[in-house]
């Protein structure tokens, strides 16, 4: 294993103070656009004009963030390409926002997904629902700050906390400057330099190793290419059940009802284009995914002999990339600065896309409601609960520092609050009988389950036999260490951990040890259960609903596509066009934002 002492070039400066320039230009530029563009549906929904190819890589950028290209390789590392399982739930995930939810919300033509909570349910369950959300996303916009900025300061030495003040003040200016077409543009942007951050470490490590046989045939033996694993026990951390069916619960509660990607799909200009972008973000998700989980693979590849954690040549395992990066590109100036432009691109498109769907929904649930404020008032109200929001997801950036491994944390933080939510409406939705004291007992109740297995799982940690951490070496290592550490293997820090926490109660080995990713299967499944159940008892939904409020067929590609197909051969007219054929249908759907009105 090579110990560089490298550290960054001038170049490798160049690259990531360019990727902060042409970033902060686009917001700069998309401010002087819309001068004329005044109200705060401009701001928060780019006047609902986007077409799909542009908002389908905004919807990836949005949450394949830093903790995809540093957490994902390592999670990779130490546990196996299992994980590369969740691109299935990906293509579930897409199929029920698209058919499901999307239909129903541009349909309403929401600004605010919360908005739907008070048409279907009452005010109080909608102000709840915008209170969880800013908790969520607040939580989670942390986390994904802290991350790359202890990547910066890993490779380059610079301050931790200047570089977390850094990240929010750039991505707070622009997404204050420009609002959401600022932040769809340079989602964009940022995507091309995450790929292009990854496939570099990708292409230097297959040139070293010897091949992509090298390095699968060294992560085989290691254990790493445990893809098949069909153990049903939902206390194993991750088996092919957990990542597919937990995995599509976990993101259909971003994709389907989290407003931070809703506020995109309503941004574009018919639903077609919405659809669309749903199913071009599905491949860019795949391809991104499939990278980062490659680069574990060549992580393990690189160090499998002498482990850089072991070895205590890195502080934390979410450090592991940039070591690696240091280690293997530093011959090449220029590139270890684009792998931290990546890091740093997936953590700005992530914090601009939360700050923005932050100012959104408080301005649309909680100021205008409550207070008589213009347009004009409006948009300025806007921008400034950007500037707010954009400080206080600094802020808890300082709580992020305290927590685990940041695929997991993540994971965790967002299934707690997003699961109950996503049970709330898919009982609003789906179960027309659903009413307000339902709705309410669902996701209190939702909420209540899930954060009490959470909660237990950080106190009492699962045993080693759930979580299955892989060996990890360092008997290959070229150390001068003291004679009791020079061959550790990760077994033994288990142990360890073992031995420090014997006395644990009877839920630690079941309840407490349920695998983190049906944290959100567990809150949705009981807000939809509750729900149903309290309905029911109360009388059920007494006043009728207004039109378009719950899914119908309709609303179902696959039945418009049966129509014009029948229609077609019945009337044996013309040409049959279907792709034009569905999108004049799915245009027509709300006929509030055609492209007569857009114009």
Not at 299 to 326: E, F, G, H, I, R
Not at 328 to 333: C, M, R, T, V
Not at 367 to 388: D, G, I
Not at 521 to 544: D, W
């Amino acid at each position: 294993m090579r110990m560089s002492s490298a550290v960054f070039s001038v170049w490798d400066y160049v690259v990531f103070i360019m990727m902060l320039a042409v970033s902060t230009g686009i917001g700069v530029y998309y401010a002087f656009a819309a001068r004329s563009q005044s109200s705060s549906a401009d701001f928060l929904v780019a006047g609902r004009s986007l077409s799909a190819p542009p908002v389908a890589l905004s919807l990836t950028a949005s949450f394949m963030s830093a903790i995809t290209v540093l957490g994902t390789p390592v999670e990779v590392y130490k546990y196996g390409a299992i994980f590369i399982l969740i691109c299935f739930a990906y293509a579930f995930m897409v199929a029920l926002s698209s058919e499901i939810f999307l239909p129903v919300f541009y349909r309403l033509g929401v600004t605010s997904t919360y908005e739907y909570l008070e048409m279907r349910y009452n005010k109080h369950i909608r102000l709840l629902g915008t209170i969880l959300f800013i908790i969520q996303t607040v939580l989670y916009t942390g986390l994904v700050i802290y991350a790359p900025a202890l990547a910066l300061n890993q490779v380059t030495g610079v301050d931790l906390w200047g570089a977390v003040i850094s990240t929010g003040v750039v991505c707070t200016l622009y997404c204050t400057l420009g609002g959401l077409k600022a932040v769809v543009w340079t989602d964009v942007f940022q995507v091309g330099i995450m790929l292009a951050g990854l496939l570099a470490v990708i292409v230097q490590s297959v040139l070293l190793q010897g091949g992509i046989p090298r390095i699968i045939s060294d992560s085989a033996h290691g254990g790493r290419i445990n893809l098949w694993d069909f153990d049903p026990n939902p206390l194993r951390r991750h088996t092919f059940w957990s990542i597919t069916v937990g995995g599509t619960f976990y993101w259909t509660s971003f994709y389907g009802i989290n407003h931070a990607q809703v506020q995109r799909y309503i941004s574009c200009k018919s639903l077609f284009h919405a659809k669309m972008a749903l199913f071009i973000n599905l491949v860019t998700l795949w391809v991104v995914t499939f990278c980062a989980v490659f680069c574990g693979l060549c992580l393990y590849s690189v160090y499998k002999n002498c482990d850089p954690w072991m070895a205590k040549k890195v502080s934390a395992q979410d450090q592991l990339m940039p070591y690696l990066v240091l280690d293997i590109l530093s011959e090449f100036p220029g590139l270890p600065g684009l792998f931290v432009a990546a890091a740093y691109s997936g953590t700005l498109s992530t914090v601009s896309s939360s700050v923005n769907a932050l100012a959104a929904v408080t301005v649309t649930d909680v100021l205008r409601p409550y207070l008589s404020l213009s347009e004009k008032q409006l948009s300025w109200a806007s921008k400034a609960m950007s500037l707010f929001y954009g400080a206080v997801c600094i802020g808890m950036a300082g709580i992020a520092s305290l927590m685990g491994g940041m695929l997991q944390a993540a994971f965790s933080i967002s299934g707690v609050i997003g699961g109950p939510l996503l049970g709330l409406f898919s009982l609003a939705i789906l179960f027309p009988c659903a009413n307000s004291k339902g709705g309410l007992a669902g996701l209190v109740s939702g909420l209540g389950l899930s954060l009490w297995v959470c909660i237990g799982a950080q106190i009492y940690p699962p045993p080693a036999e759930n979580s299955r951490p892989l060996t990890l070496n360092t008997h290959g290592c070229n150390l001068s260490m003291a004679p009791d550490t020079t061959n550790w293997t990760a077994s033994m820090d288990i142990y360890r951990i073992e031995e420090e926490t014997l006395e644990r109660p009877l839920l630690a080995e079941n309840w407490y040890s349920l695998s983190y990713l049906y944290f959100g299967l567990l809150g949705t499944v009981t807000a939809i259960a509750v729900g149903l159940i309290v309905s029911i008892l109360s009388g059920g939904q007494r006043m009728k609903l207004q039109p378009g409020l719950t899914l119908s067929k309709e609303d179902l590609t696959c039945y418009k596509a049966y129509k014009i197909l029948k229609a077609k051969v019945s009337g044996n007219a013309g040409k049959l066009d279907l792709t034009r054929e569905l999108e004049i249908s799915l245009r027509e759907n709300n006929c509030d934002f055609g492209d007569v009105e857009l114009s």
